[in-house]
């Protein structure tokens, strides 16, 4: 179901206008540096492909960002 409302989601966002990466990045930091937080907290309760899958996000926001 939720790769049903990502898709529908994604789908609809190609028709607006683009978004500007500045403010994009600035929205993104805090939820970027807590879930960094989370991850290093709870390393040994988080399962590995959850884990995984965070910390893509994670170096891909600060890449992205330039953090």
């Known amino acids: 179901m939720r790769w ?6 994604l ?6 206008a683009p ?3 500045t403010g994009l990045c600035a929205g993104l930091r ?5 879930l ?3 991850l290093n907290r709870n390393v040994d309760q988080t399962p590995a492909d959850v884990g ?11 890449a ?4």
């Open 64 to 67: 992205g960002c330039a953090w």
């Open 19 to 21: 978004v500007e990466p």
């Open 52 to 62: 995984e899958a965070a910390t893509d996000v994670v170096l891909a926001a600060e």
């Open 4 to 9: 049903i409302v990502l898709t529908a989601a």
């Open 11 to 16: 789908g609809l966002t190609a028709c607006t």
């Open 30 to 34: 805090r939820p970027v540096a807590a």
């Open 36 to 38: 960094r937080g989370a």
